[in-house]
């Protein structure tokens, strides 16, 4: 397993404590075996589990689902995660359902290629690069932004990287 994303190590610190954390599209894991470091029960998902190593999968506190995340209903209709980490994977239409499985006091660490990095390498289709802005926008109206990020990233390549919460639950956390 390699290191998380510094984007990643930056913001999981704000994902309460102990709480269920979600690795959405986990490839190789590395951000599963990071949370779960931090003490968070993780849901590792991905269509293809091959990439993850022995060691990984007997890692405690780790769950392993593998489903089709494009082509398939949402495998988490009714769960809730205090953290959801998405990196170097778009597929805009599960944003919604990225929101709604936010719990009280839930992160959204996000981080994917955008427009531009066509110039760098992969991915080059534009189905698959964020366009300006486009993170932003995607939580706009239900998420508070914590940090964004717009540019140019390691690699290099050309990046959107946000971390949000949803107020409104942010409020009853104060309650």
Known sequence: MTEPSPW???WAGHIPAGG???DLA???GRHAAYLASLGHPVEAVDID???LTEEFRCLPGVTLRQADLENAPWPYRTAEFAGIVVTRYLHRPLFPFLLDALGPGGVLIYETFAAGNERFGRPRNPDFLLQPGEL???VRGRLRVVAF???LGEGPAAVQRICAVDPARELLLLE
Do not use: H, K, N, P
């Open 26 to 28: 986990c490839g190789s």
């Open 20 to 22: 269920r954390a979600l």
């Open 149 to 151: 990020e717009e540019g």
């Open 136 to 138: 932003l926008e995607a």
């Open 8 to 10: 990643v190590a930056r």
């Open 49 to 51: 589990l091959s990439q």
